[in-house]
Structures are given as structure tokens and as C-alpha cells.
């Protein structure tokens, strides 16, 4: 028994306590979601009364697009996630395995260049895609092609660096043997590399993806039409101003379902991430 | 995951020398694959370039079109070589990098050498324009005219109505013409006039730019159309006249001399007006980021709170991050999933509506916390506990990021090493510290380093908490938890609507120049580790 | 070979970097650019999007041109002001009266010509509040002021004075009727909108006024005599006192809280309605009174607009728009239907008030009041005038909570 204890109870324990944190404000908001009052001050713990009005109103009052955001959302997100990880690993990769002049700038610089305050730069974003819209109305204001450009350009950013640590560990005699294989810099990424770092991968994804769902200040300006928006800016939309009362019980609604594709990507990815204890073993 | 095993047998016989990197080794046989792979990247590259091109030949921006071309080609000649094989990996991702990253951040710090902002935005004709459209007022005693949009001989013609003497007259740019024989319609507008074509209301609305510019001229102003179905006339009371490059009131007399250093019309009593116009002031700006005294007066205490905050995020939430990956991190723990589920939660729900959730649970007196506590703390309103929330709130929203990157880390971390110090009598807790930490240190300090920063600039943490506040009572400028960038953007009036965001890019300039020193600091320790262990 | 790839990526991203300002500059030259021909921008707010988007429609099909409504979810001026600047922005934007002074200062709204008619129309407060330099700037479409709501189940007589409504909200709390005395948002920020009548009621004031009348933002008086004596009130009423003004009241609880019948008064405009009338309280609407003897409240009133935007691309329609369609009684109905604020328009509020007293009530509860001050300087008052009200509340020191706003607000005009 102490011998559990020590061994595994411990880690019960302190996951149990983690959990009841992680969770309470969560209760609280799954308590305001469910109460037909649905404000924040009379929402308890322990909800006082149990409805659906909530998730009812957020899915068919005419003047919100949910359904629409949500699509939005996953859509932006997934396609964001994918793009940007390749980008990202494609980048990691280059830093991890090869030497170039410049490699340790180009590395400070990708720090760096992610500590500049965002929102003063939205007037710049703003100045950049008035002229890509003129230009090119497919990638211009309001539409999702547009905002992943947008995004693609934090691609290279903290996840190029936790790619790049991961890649580090990865033995270089893999690719080295490949070489004298003879098999190209290109078969060498796509065929063994790739595979090799598939749980860096899918936690880099599901960093990536919660990113985009909740990124809020590029898309607000970006994304005017009420149906295109995401769900970050139309849920903001609901609380801002003298709206946000009458609003709070749909919004924890829509707070809560908006939760869900991002658990469902991470229950997705989840398999990756732990079948990387084997693929870290291949290090011999 | 299937070339797994071929991959684990290939990795026995390696090259024992790793400094080399591939590309050096050998000269490659041109496969199918190699030139499939050129062949596609090339053809999304050209097929781009294609795309890229009309548009600007349209609007005639030649210079972008030359910089799209030089680019097309730098891209073209990198993907057709076989060497520089770095910047084949690195291009894609630096393509956007610069243009949706660097190239606002450069535009941003270049409007620091500027008054641009509210009331100087624009340029001087944007200036001018909306002083001289501004003071339009509708000639005293004259007629409200119904308008009918019309054609004669092809060109755009106002066709005015009385609405008292129902005359019609004809307008153009030429003047006043009596107009006889019109039918009208019981709204006053004309349906149809001898030598005119009436325009109904879609094909007018389709000539709305030049119905706005159309302008009458009279004796006492000038008739402009006041949307589709009205006109007045007008008169201009302030006007700009070049050869004083000033501006003058018609009614008053008063003189308003451009000033080219502030970007205003100003009169003798140094009284601008309110329409100026963007100019470059030098440096200004950050002259006045030290003279500013609300600026110099805070600027340690905020720095300070702004140091102590970051740090405690990134501790607090790696700390928690990292306990919790490494009680996961056994083979002997069931419910893995449930758990790794649940402790992911605050991470997958909407940060923005979870800090407002968590100022209202802070409220003194309706707050879940003081309830469920039996407390009466007014713990967003006192400067300790209001720190205490926010680095709480901000450790909730933020472990879980830390519990993945750790997670991910520590399936990098080979057991065997982990194992050989067990083997040697080591402790747990001696193989974590000596083992399992340093190495996740390595693969993780970037990452608190980036962490860090964002901490350091957390706008949205501060500003939906607590705006700063608590404010001390003879203080109602700087806040208790008040961070550097908070403080920017009180400082330069985004707060209150009327945005200085030439002053706003210089604080930024030298926030950032804090922010990176710190990092780069930080970034020079690790490269010993990080040299030694890759 | 090492220098060379550098020297690729370098050239690569100067290269980049110049098309984007190369793209930034030249496309404003050129003429060709004017697609608006036909076709309506506006854009509103959430809540308005929605109620505008039928008519719109209906404005579109009488014109015979495309009519587009586009949400701006927040900082809606800010948002407006740049896209405008970029030319990017709308035809006709929707917002507060008191964005005029610094749309205009920015050049990013035309003036409004309106006929005397159309002016005879709206109330005199309405036109007073779009006017700014002499000019119209706007066409006001919905007026709106807090007013004193009051549950009439716990306070079946409406208060003649601030001091009678206090007291009854003190025996209900003493009787534990209520948790709360009254009901008015302030927040650990303060909220300058809706203390305002009360803070007006004690003698304070923003702004000493010009000769004109109209506001003069180089005499603050915030910090004045006056002020402090209204300041002090403020602590008096405040949590070291009355307890009748607590900073734990804010925007987001005070009308849940009014709803759930745990306060007896709520300080608040027409939008709380919404969630009140989905309760079953029975309540009734009066002006916030003064105190007994003192002067009078006046709330601030607030004026929704409809601004034509100097650099839209179809001006013509634009002003066709706001001039002569939205200033259209039945449209000012439609619109009341779908956002149920008080019409500014007065034909169309005469026959709101049939149906729909509350309509009425909030009108006349803003009748004595001021209209925000649309100079570009209002803005500094809000965050410091908000500290000093918080601060107060808490029990502060009342002059010298002012002396702190009111040099913020000046420093904050003088921008230094």
C-alpha cells in the first residue's frame, strides 16, 4: 500500500487536485449555460435550475450566425494548424539538421520577432490587406483565405523552436546513414523524419489549432460580414457594450460548445502523443 | 508510422560524424521523385506568379510587380538548385513571415517618427478637404430643391425643382438653365423634360461618384446634390488659398497658417484647427517617452509588477505544467486519458470569456470565491490580492500549454537515461534532477523565454481583469497591476478613443527593446546547453 | 555558399518587403478604383446589424443597388477611423453622437443637410447632441438616457428625492427584503455614464461652458469646489457610508441583480428591458431625482446615429440614405421594432408610446438632460473619471480623488 502510495498514488493525487482546479470555473460556466436566467450573478456552482433555452436561443436567434462561426472556426483552424505545422516543421527541420550562415540570427530573430506588441500593428495589417483586397478580392478583407495568409505568417514562431528541440534529440545518424543510402534531403524529411516526430507533431497541432480558435484581435478587424466571421469575434460580440446582461447564459453556452472541437482534435491527437514513447525509444 | 522499422534498422549504422550535415556528403542521382518534387514546386510557384500579375499590371503598381518578379525568380532559382538546400526548407514559411510579420512591425515602429494618430491621419489634401467640406452650410433663404438625375447630349444634368414655385431649372457644371415644358410627379421629382433623359433611381445610383462631384455654380455658393432625390445650395465658409498656404474663414476673416512641423492650420492664438495632417516629427516622439512625466513618474514601480508578473506565469505555469506531465508520465497511471482530457480543458475554452469569468467569480460581494471561502475580500480592488488574481487566473489559463509542451518533451527524453540512473542508485528525485529536468530545460527554455514575453506584453490579461486598477487615490493615471503595454495604451489614448499611435509605436520601440534584451540574454545562456547536447 | 544563401533569403525578404509598400502606395492614384458605384456599405454594431438589415434591404430594392450591412463586433470607432483612412471603410456607419468630434476631427464623416423640415422632426436634444461646430454631422435615429427603475412590488410609491429612494432601499435591506440598496453599475473601474446624473445632482460638472453654451474643454472642472462637494457625496453614499454605491455593482451584474429582485432600484436605460421583461417584475420608470434641496439630475443622453462617410465610395447613396430614408417615420418604427430604444424622431415616438409607455417614460426621464459632449476631449474624462469614482466609492478621499482625475484629464488634453 505505502509502496503505492509511493509510487502511483501520488500521481493520483496530484492529478485529482489539478483537475478539481482546472474544472471549477468551468462548472461555473457550465452552471450559467444551463440556467434560464442565465446572468452571471445569479448563476451558482451547482446550477439552480436545468434548461437547454440557452443552447436553443444561441442556435436559432436570427441575428447570431453560430452554427456559421463554428464552421468558420474549424475550418480557418484546422486548415491554419495543418499549414502552419508544415511550414513550422519544414523551418525546425532546416535549424535542427543543417548549419548555415545565419542559422543562430535567424533563430534570435524568430524570438524576437514574436515580442512586438500585435495591436499596434493592426493599423499596418489593416494598410497591408486594403491593397491585397483591391488586388486580389479572394484573399482580401472577409474572407478565410485572406486570414490564413494572416496567420501563416506566425507559423514560424515558438513552434519552430519546440520542433527544433524535439528534432535535437532525434539521432542525426539516421539521416546521415540515409545519406550514404543515397536517398535525397527530401526522402530523408519526408520518409524519416516526418514519422519519427509524429508526437512533437500533434502537440504543435493542437497548440496551433486553440490558437487560431481564439485568436481575436487580427480577426475582429478582419472579418466584417456577420457570416463569415469566427467564433472568437462573434462571441465577443455578444458580451461587448449593453448586451452583455441578457447575453451571459447563451455565451457560456457557446463557450462550452466552442470547447468542443478543440477536445475532439486533442482526443484525436492524443494517440499520437502517447505512441510517441515508442518512437522516442527508437534512440539507441 | 509505417517506415518506423526500416527507419530503426538504418539508424544502427550510422555515420559517426556528425558535424557534417547531408547535403555535403554526396552527389545526388537525379530519381523521379527529385524531379516530380521540382516539377510541382515550380508549377505552384508559377501558377501564383500568374495569378499575382494582372492585377498589378491593372492598377499599375510596376514596383511590386518588379519586386514579385525578382521574388518568383530568387524562388524559382532555389527550388532549380541543388544546393542551398536551407533555404529550401526556410522559404515557405519566411514568405509570410515577412510579409503578414515583419513587414507591419517595420511599417508600425516607422509611424514612430510621426504625429500620426487622431486628428492626423491623413494627408494634407485629406486635411483640406474636410475643413472646406466641414464648413458647407446651405445659403440662408435658399430653396431645399427636389433633384432629378438626368442626361443631356450624354453628360449629367441636375434637374432642380422649387418646391414652392415648382420652377424646374437645369444644373450643370456650367450653371443655372431655365428648363420649360417638364412633367412632374406628385414627390416634386421630374418624370420627363424635353432634350433630357431621366435616370431612374438604379441607373442614377450607378452614377453616384459623379453626382457627388457634380457641383452648380450660383451666385451665392454652389447647388450640390444631397444624396438621390435632393439638392441645396451651398457656400463654402472656410476655404484653403495656396498662395498663403493657409486656410480662411469667409464669414469671419479669421487665418489659419499651415504649420508643416505639428501638421496643423494654426491662427494667431496658436489655436489649431481640429482636421490636421500626418507629418514626420523626427524624434518626437521618443523625446517625449522620457520627458513625459506620468511616463518617467511610474515607469520603475510599473516595470517592476511588469517583471514579477511575467516571471510568475512562466513559473507558476510551468511548475504546475510540468508536475502534472510528470505524474502522467508512467506506465503504472489509469484513466490517462480522462485526465489528459479534463486537464486540457481551461486550454480548449475561449481565454477572453474565461478571464471575464474569472473577474466575476473575484467580486467582493457576488463572486463564487468570497462564497464559497465565507470571505468578504475585495480582491480585484486591493493591489496584493488584485496581483494574487491575475497571476492565479493567468496560471489557470495557462498550465495546460505548459503540460503539453512538457508532455511532448518528455516522450523525447530516452528512458534509458532515465533507467542508468536508476541503475546507479540514484533517487527519484536525483534522477529528475540531474536527468530529466536539465533535458527538458534544453528542449524547453525557447519556449519559456517566448512565454515569458508574451506574459511580459499579456494585454488582454490586464485589460478585461482589471484595467490596470486598482488605482491609488492620487493617482488615476498608473494602476497597481498595470503593465507596460497596459500602460502604453492608456498613455497614448487608445482608452478613451482619440489614439496617438506615433507615441504608442515609440513606447512599443522601447517595451520591445526591454522585452528583447531580457530574451536575448536568456537565449546566449542556453547556447552552451543546447550546443552540447545536439 | 554560406554567404550566398543568406544573401538569398535578405534579397528574398527586401524584395518582399518593398511589394508590400509598393502595393501600399500606388493603388490610391489610380482612378479606376471606384467599384462602390452601386452598391451600399454600412456598417453597425451587433445588436444594430440585425435591426437595420431588413430595411437596408428595402433600400436596396427602391434604389435598384446592392446594399450590404457588416458587423463591427469591437472598438467600432477605431475600426471605422482606420479602415476609412485606407479606404476600406463604409458608406454610412451607425454609432454614438459622441464619436462626432473626433470622426470629424479625423475627416472621416461628411455633414449631414438636412432640410428644416426634417429638423423640425426630431426633438431639439437630438439635433443638439448630432451638431458639433455649428454643422449636423449625423442623423439621429434613437435617443437614450438612464433613468430610475424601481420594483413597485417592494416600492409601491415613486421616490420624490434620491434621499427617499435611499432610505426605502435601506429598511427593504434592513428587512431583508433585499441584498442590495440600489442597483447602479460602478465597477472596480467606475462608470462616469451612470453616476452621472447623481454626480450632477450633487453640483459637480465636467466642463465650465464658452460663451456659447457649449462645453470648453480648457476649463476642467472636475476638480472644482463644486465637484468635490459631489464627490464627497459620493463617499458618503459609498461603502464606508450608505452603502447604497458599491464598486462590486457593475455592468454585468447590476440588472441580473435588479431582475432577481435582490435590489428594489436600478439605475439603467431603455436596453435593460430586455432582460427585465423577461421576469415578471412589475416596475416603473421615473427620471433619477435630485437630492432634497439640491439641483437637479441630468443623465447624460445619448443620440444613435447615422454618419455618411466622406470617404465612402457611393456618396450619393449614402447621403440619399441618411438624409432622406432613415429620417423616414416608418423606417424609424421599423427599427424601433427591431431594437426597442426610443425613436428620435417625433412622430414616430408619439406612436411608439401607444404601445409601449416605457418608451415614454425614458424620453421624459432624459428631458432635462446633456447631451454627451461630442468634443473629441470627452473621451479623456471616462478612465480618470472612473478612478476618482471607484476610488470614492471605496471610501477615498474625495478631493483628493479629484485633484487626481482632473489633472489626468487635463494632462490627457493636453496630450503634452
Not at chain 2, 22 to 28: K, M, N
Not at chain 2, 471 to 487: E, F, P, Q
Request: glycine residues 8%.
Amino acid at each position: 500500500m505505502i509502496r503505492w502510495l509511493k509510487r502511483v498514488g501520488w500521481r493520483h493525487l496530484v492529478l485529482l487536485l489539478t483537475v478539481a482546479f482546472a474544472l471549477f470555473p468551468i462548472i461555473f460556466v457550465l452552471s450559467a449555460a444551463l440556467n434560464p436566467l442565465g446572468t452571471l450573478s445569479s448563476s451558482e456552482l451547482i446550477p439552480t435550475g436545468a434548461s437547454l433555452d440557452n443552447f436553443e436561443n444561441l442556435l436559432t436567434r436570427p441575428d447570431l450566425h453560430y452554427q456559421r462561426w463554428f464552421v468558420n472556426s474549424l475550418v480557418i483552424s484546422l486548415a491554419s494548424s495543418f499549414a502552419s505545422i508544415f511550414l513550422s516543421f519544414c523551418a525546425a527541420y532546416a535549424f535542427s539538421r543543417m548549419r548555415f550562415a545565419g542559422r543562430r540570427i535567424g533563430l534570435l530573430a524568430l524570438l524576437l520577432i514574436q515580442m512586438f506588441p500585435q495591436f499596434l500593428a493592426i493599423v499596418a495589417i489593416f494598410i497591408i490587406f486594403t491593397n491585397v483586397t483591391e488586388l486580389y478580392p479572394a484573399f482580401g478583407f472577409n474572407t478565410p483565405w485572406g486570414l490564413l495568409l494572416l496567420y501563416l505568417g506566425g507559423a514560424l514562431g515558438v513552434n519552430t523552436y519546440l520542433m527544433k528541440g524535439f528534432l535535437d534529440t532525434v539521432p542525426k545518424e539516421l539521416d546521415e546513414s540515409a545519406t550514404v543510402d543515397g536517398a535525397t534531403h527530401a526522402q530523408i524529411f519526408f520518409r524519416i523524419i516526418l514519422p519519427l516526430v509524429a508526437p512533437i507533431l500533434a502537440v504543435t497541432a493542437m497548440l496551433a489549432f486553440i490558437g487560431t480558435m481564439n485568436e481575436f484581435l487580427i480577426a475582429n478587424v478582419f472579418l466584417l460580414e456577420p457570416e463569415s466571421k469566427t467564433l472568437a469575434v462573434g462571441m465577443y460580440g455578444m458580451l461587448v457594450g449593453d448586451v452583455r446582461n441578457g447575453n451571459f447564459g447563451m455565451f457560456a453556452a457557446g463557450t462550452l460548445l466552442m470547447a468542443v472541437p478543440t477536445v475532439g482534435v486533442f482526443l484525436w491527437l492524443q494517440k499520437y502523443i502517447v505512441n510517441g514513447l515508442t518512437a522516442g525509444a527508437v534512440k539507441g | 508510422m509505417t517506415t518506423q522499422p526500416s527507419v530503426t534498422g538504418s539508424g544502427s549504422s550510422g555515420s559517426p560524424d556528425p558535424g557534417l550535415s547531408p547535403r555535403s556528403s554526396q552527389p545526388r542521382v537525379i530519381t523521379t521523385g527529385f524531379l516530380v518534387g521540382r516539377v510541382v514546386v515550380l508549377g505552384i510557384v508559377a501558377a501564383l506568379a500568374l495569378y499575382a500579375v494582372p492585377p498589378l499590371i491593372e492598377s499599375e503598381s510596376w514596383l511590386a510587380l518588379g519586386v514579385v518578379g525578382v521574388a518568383t525568380l530568387i524562388v524559382t532559382y532555389a527550388y532549380l538548385s541543388t544546393r542551398h538546400v536551407p533555404a529550401k526548407y526556410l522559404i515557405p514559411g519566411t514568405i509570410f513571415l515577412i510579409a503578414f510579420q515583419i513587414l507591419p512591425v517595420l511599417l508600425t515602429v516607422s509611424t514612430a517618427f510621426t504625429n500620426f494618430g487622431d486628428g492626423h491621419r491623413g494627408s494634407k489634401e485629406d486635411a483640406i478637404t474636410a475643413i472646406q467640406t466641414g464648413s458647407v452650410t446651405q445659403v440662408a433663404g435658399s430653396p431645399e430643391y427636389n433633384l432629378t438625375i438626368a442626361l443631356r447630349d450624354g453628360k449629367l444634368v441636375f434637374l432642380l425643382v422649387n418646391p414652392t414655385t415648382k420652377s424646374v431649372q437645369a444644373g450643370t457644371a456650367d450653371g443655372l438653365s431655365e428648363v420649360t415644358g417638364a412633367e412632374l410627379g406628385i414627390t416634386g421629382k421630374v418624370l420627363a423634360a424635353p432634350g433630357f433623359e431621366v435616370l431612374n433611381g438604379a441607373t442614377a445610383a450607378e452614377r453616384g461618384k459623379e453626382i457627388s462631384d457634380l457641383v452648380v455654380p450660383t451666385e451665392g455658393g454652389a447647388i450640390k446634390a444631397n444624396g438621390l432625390s435632393r439638392a441645396f445650395e451651398g457656400k463654402t465658409s472656410k476655404r484653403y488659398r495656396a498662395d498663403c498656404d493657409c486656410v480662411t474663414d469667409a464669414e469671419t476673416g479669421q487665418k489659419w497658417v499651415a504649420d508643416a512641423d505639428i501638421g496643423s492650420f494654426v491662427d494667431d492664438n496658436g489655436q489649431a484647427l481640429a482636421q490636421g495632417w500626418q507629418v514626420n516629427i523626427g524624434l518626437a516622439n521618443f523625446t517625449r517617452v522620457f520627458t513625459n512625466n506620468t511616463i518617467s513618474a511610474h515607469f520603475l514601480a510599473v516595470f517592476v509588477w511588469n517583471v514579477v508578473f511575467a516571471l510568475a506565469s512562466v513559473l507558476t505555469t510551468f511548475v504546475l505544467g510540468m508536475i502534472v506531465a510528470l505524474a502522467l508520465h508512467s506506465p503504472r497511471v489509469r484513466g490517462k486519458k480522462t485526465y489528459r482530457t479534463f486537464l486540457v480543458l481551461p486550454y480548449a475554452m475561449p481565454a477572453f470569456a474565461m478571464l471575464l469569468v474569472w473577474r466575476d467569480m473575484f467580486n467582493t460581494d457576488f463572486g463564487l470565491i468570497n462564497r464559497l471561502l465565507g470571505t468578504d475580500i475585495d480582491w480585484i480592488g486591493q493591489p496584493n490580492t488584485a496581483r494574487f488574481a491575475l497571476i492565479l487566473m493567468n496560471l489557470w489559463l495557462g498550465f495546460p500549454y505548459m503540460f503539453l509542451v512538457t508532455t511532448g518533451a518528455l516522450q523525447a527524453i530516452p528512458k534509458e537515461l532515465v533507467e542508468a540512473s536508476t541503475v546507479d542508485g540514484a533517487s527519484p528525485w536525483q534522477g529528475f534532477r540531474r536527468v530529466t529536468l536539465p533535458l527538458l530545460l534544453v528542449a524547453l527554455t525557447p519556449l519559456l523565454i517566448s512565454s515569458f514575453a508574451f506574459n511580459f506584453n499579456n494585454f488582454n490579461a490586464i485589460r478585461l481583469v482589471t484595467n490596470g486598477g486598482p488605482y491609488a487615490i492620487d493617482n488615476a493615471s498608473v494602476g497597481a497591476t498595470d503593465l507596460l503595454i497596459s500602460y502604453t495604451y492608456r498613455v497614448a489614448g487608445f482608452d478613451t478613443g482619440t489614439a496617438d499611435f506615433g507615441f504608442a509605436a515609440a513606447i512599443s520601440v522601447f517595451i520591445f527593446a526591454i522585452v528583447a534584451t531580457i530574451s536575448v540574454v536568456a537565449f546566449r545562456r542556453t547556447r552552451a546547453q543546447e550546443e552540447v547536447y545536439s | 555558399m554560406r554567404i550566398r544563401t543568406v544573401g538569398v533569403i535578405a534579397v528574398l525578404g527586401l524584395a518582399l518587403a518593398a511589394s508590400g509598400c509598393g502595393t501600399t502606395d500606388e493603388p490610391t492614384a489610380t482612378p479606376s478604383k471606384d467599384k462602390g458605384n452601386g452598391k451600399l456599405v454600412i456598417w453597425a454594431d451587433q445588436k444594430r446589424t440585425a435591426a437595420l438589415k431588413p430595411f437596408a434591404d428595402q433600400f436596396g430594392k427602391e434604389n435598384g443597388v446592392t446594399v450590404e450591412v457588416k458587423e463591427i463586433s469591437e472598438n467600432q470607432q477605431q475600426t471605422f477611423l482606420t479602415a476609412s483612412q485606407q479606404g476600406s471603410g463604409p458608406d454610412v456607419m451607425v454609432g454614438a453622437h459622441d464619436w462626432i468630434g473626433n470622426l470629424v476631427q479625423n475627416g472621416a464623416i461628411d455633414p449631414v443637410q438636412l432640410t428644416a423640415a426634417q429638423k423640425a422632426s426630431f426633438p431639439e436634444i437630438a439635433l443638439k447632441a448630432v451638431s458639433f461646430n455649428g454643422q449636423t454631422y449625423g442623423a439621429p435615429y434613437a435617443i437614450e438616457n438612464v433613468a430610475l427603475i424601481r420594483n413597485t412590488e417592494l416600492v409601491p410609491t415613486a421616490p420624490a428625492t434620491l434621499d427617499d429612494a435611499i432610505k426605502a432601499g435601506k429598511e427593504l435591506k434592513a428587512a431583508k427584503k433585499v441584498s442590495e440598496i440600489m442597483c447602479l453599475p460602478i465597477g472596480q473601474q467606475g462608470d462616469a455614464y451612470h453616476i452621472y446624473p447623481i454626480y450632477s445632482a450633487a453640483g459637480g460638472s465636467l466642463f465650465g461652458t464658452t460663451a456659447t453654451g457649449d462645453p470648453d474643454p480648457k476649463n476642467v472642472t472636475v476638480g472644482s469646489a463644486e465637484s468635490v462637494a459631489a464627490w464627497t457625496k459620493l463617499k458618503e453614499l459609498g461603502e464606508k457610508g450608505e452603502t447604497a454605491l458599491k464598486t462590486s455593482i457593475s455592468n454585468d451584474n447590476a440588472i441580473a441583480t435588479f431582475a432577481a429582485k435582490k435590489c428594489a432600484f436600478l439605475v439603467s436605460g431603455p436596453w435593460s428591458l430586455v432582460d427585465i421583461k423577461k421576469t415578471d417584475i412589475k416596475y416603473d420608470i421615473q427620471a433619477v431625482p435630485g437630492f432634497a434641496g439640491g439641483k437637479a439630475a441630468t443623465p447624460f443622453v445619448g443620440v444613435q446615429s447615422f454618419f455618411v462617410a466622406s470617404k465612402g465610395k457611393s456618396k450619393a447613396l449614402a447621403q440619399e440614405f441618411v438624409a432622406n430614408y432613415v429620417t423616414n417615420k416608418d423606417v424609424a418604427l421599423a427599427l424601433y421594432n427591431a431594437d426597442p430604444r426610443p425613436p428620435a424622431l417625433t412622430a414616430a415616438l408619439d406612436q411608439v408610446k401607444g404601445t409601449d409607455p416605457d418608451a415614454g417614460k425614458f424620453l421624459e426621464a432624459g428631458k432635462g438632460g446633456f447631451p454627451m459632449p461630442a468634443i473629441p476631449e470627452m473621451s479623456a474624462i471616462w478612465g480618470p473619471f472612473g478612478n476618482a469614482e471607484a476610488a470614492v466609492t471605496k471610501g477615498g478621499d474625495p478631493a483628493t480623488a479629484a485633484a487626481a482625475a482632473a489633472k489626468a484629464i487635463v494632462d490627457a488634453i493636453a496630450k503634452k
